[in-house]
């Protein structure tokens, strides 16, 4: 059975940094590519980010230079370092499954991160 | 980056048919831009419903079709269902970076 898990969310001041973890199973994970979304309260979906099999990163503008996507492939596990943080990156930070060139398919629960003083 | 519109909101009868578009501020959508839809219940994570245009995932009811539409991405929803009340957001990839729609709220009723 395929499972995405993320963790890592809180409360964090502006200015601050966080690391959000995404543990995944039931799938080679090596083989894929892995995506970061996330949506504000009561708000859309944004494409965050995402890394590929090969280890190729894309960013939005909105967290390019601030986010970094990183994948360890021993621990079937993908990154999202955020620093610099602004109140309008709070969030519910959702991983999931695939990226360009393979499926987007199965998505985690999501993690919050809150950025206030 | 560019700007993808969708209808905020649309409202079908149960058993009728709808469907949801996704524009491309940067010109027609293609097969090129592997488009997906997810619907998303309030308090659940999104669930992919269409990828790569028009291709469902095993868990897609077949009421649910993905097509281009002109210059669009289209959702085609064939006898709606009470249960298909929901946020339908499509995705549009521009070479490995993606761009979601705002999201159409569609209301079965």
């Known amino acids: 059975e395929v499972q995405v898990v993320e963790s890592g969310g809180g409360l964090v001041q502006p200015g601050g940094s966080l690391r959000l973890f995404c543990e995944a199973s039931g799938f080679s994970f090596n083989n894929y590519g892995m995506t970061w979304v996330r949506q504000a309260p009561g708000k859309g979906l944004e494409w965050v980010s995402g890394?590929?099999?090969?280890?190729?990163?894309h960013y939005a503008d909105s967290v390019k230079g601030r986010f970094t996507i990183s994948r360890d492939n021993s621990k079937n596990t993908v990154f999202l370092q955020m620093s610099s943080l602004r109140a309008d990156d709070t969030a519910l930070y959702y991983c999931?499954?695939?990226?360009?060139?393979?499926?987007?398919?199965?998505w985690g629960q999501g993690t919050l991160v809150t950025v206030s003083s | 980056q560019a700007v993808v519109t969708q209808e905020p909101s649309l409202t079908v009868s149960p058993g009728g048919t709808v469907t949801l578009t996704c524009d491309s501020s940067?010109?027609?959508?293609?097969?090129?831009?592997?488009p997906y839809w997810f619907q998303q219940k309030p308090g659940q994570a999104p669930k992919t419903l269409i990828y790569?245009?028009?291709n469902r995932h095993s868990w897609t009811p077949a009421r649910f079709s993905g097509s281009l539409l002109g210059d669009k991405a289209a959702l085609t929803l064939s006898g709606a269902q009470p249960e298909d009340e929901a946020d339908y957001y499509c995705?549009?990839?521009?070479?490995?970076?993606?761009?979601f729609g705002g999201g159409t709220k569609l209301t079965v009723l």
């Open positions: 999931v499954k695939g990226a360009w060139g393979t499926q987007l398919d199965y």
């Open positions: 790569d245009t028009a």
């Open positions: 940067a010109g027609a959508v293609t097969s090129g831009h592997f």
């Open positions: 995705l549009l990839f521009y070479n490995g970076a993606s761009v």
């Open positions: 890394i590929g099999s090969g280890e190729d990163t």
